[in-house]
């Protein structure tokens, strides 16, 4: 395996590089859990796209920067924000899973009306999928609209919807032709969540905070234009977004980051005389995590020479987002353990590390083992293709995490 990018590709490594040693102090910390990003993150988003190092090859009439596709150039400049530790942009549901279904299948008129301030960071979405009644089957969606002088009038519910509660906007599934088979008749509106008739209502999960909300439609009206790709189209269109969705879930540089951080994190953390580095046990566990996160990065470079020869990327795509989010619970579960007695503190302890950032992660990242494409079904189109999942190491998952797969499985089933 070649990976010699070039002379003329260490030559944008280096301006990259000069970039962070110039601008790093700039980027924000990270975000948390809001919702919606601070000013400094949209400042910081805003002098990205200026330079081309986030929405790089986004059309300029759009809000990006316009640059030709170069996928090593975007490699290199994901390479070089991880190694620095610095987030490399903005990303979220609108930015990472909305805007390149626009900039795919969305009419010119949305294209400039919602792209640009959604990079920006000006308006967040929300996605209207999952219903109680059909999470992964999501094609059994019973939130209907009919047609009534020129509007979709909307009446159902949607369930796990992430943000909703921030959000300015939702793109959403709804069924629009009653007769047609369950995969054909659905469109994809996109609408404010200011409309008349939405009701949202947290839901608290086992993290003690709501990121989740079930959102209710009565007599909902959206211009019949709000639509993106045409009527009972709406599965073609939403199988599109949920592809950009499992590239977000499964990012290898975001689970290198929090390996590092992890390190870190081993590095100070005391346990008896010595660091919790200096114990055999988590060590090999840190090795072993370690061994899975380089494997998940080759992986990723298998996938960009596919690309380089028109190759979709098949299986080798498939497992990104499956891998990528068990792996990340593993880290947390890691960290915790490194930590002691001082893993359990949550909610506020002055004891807690990293204002029970990793706590909060352990138990969240559960959620998206589920979401986004549910493992176990994962898995098992992966067998049915004859590929064969690695195994867990033994040691990577303590029984508390086991306890907590129940009580996750018990609150967040059926999502999408």
Known sequence: MDLDYGPQYDAFREEVRQFLQTHGHRAPDGQGRAARPSPEAVEWQKLLILHGYTARTIPKEYGGYGAEPDIL?????????????????????????????????GTEAQKRQWIEPTLNGEIVWCQGYSEPGAGSDLAALKTSARVENGDFVINGQKIWTSTAKQADMIFCLVRTEQDAPKHGGISYLIFSMDTPGIEVRPLKTMTGHAEFNETFFTDVRVPMDQIVGQRGQG?????????????MLGDPDALENRLQALVRLMQKERIGQGCAMDNAVLRDR???????????????????????????????????????????????????????????LYHGSEREREDGAWQWNYMFQLGLIIGGGTAQIQKNIIAERGLEMPREPKLARPAAAEQATAVASGQKKGAA
């Open 73 to 105: 150039k975007s490699r290199i400049i994901a390479e070089e924000f991880s190694r620095a530790g610095i987030p490399a942009g903005l990303a979220n549901q609108g930015i990472s899973m909305l805007v390149p279904t626009l900039l795919e299948l």
């Open 235 to 247: 599965w073609y269109v939403a199988n599109a977004t949920l592809g950009h969705e499992r590239g």
């Open 286 to 344: 840190l090795v072993a995590l370690q061994a899975e996160v380089a494997a998940m990065k080759l992986n990723g470079m298998r996938i960009l020479s596919n690309s380089f020869r028109g190759d979709p990327g098949g299986m080798a795509k498939l497992v990104v987002k499956l891998q990528s989010c068990e792996l990340a619970h593993q880290i947390s579960a890691l960290a915790i353990d490194a930590m002691g007695e001082m893993g359990i």
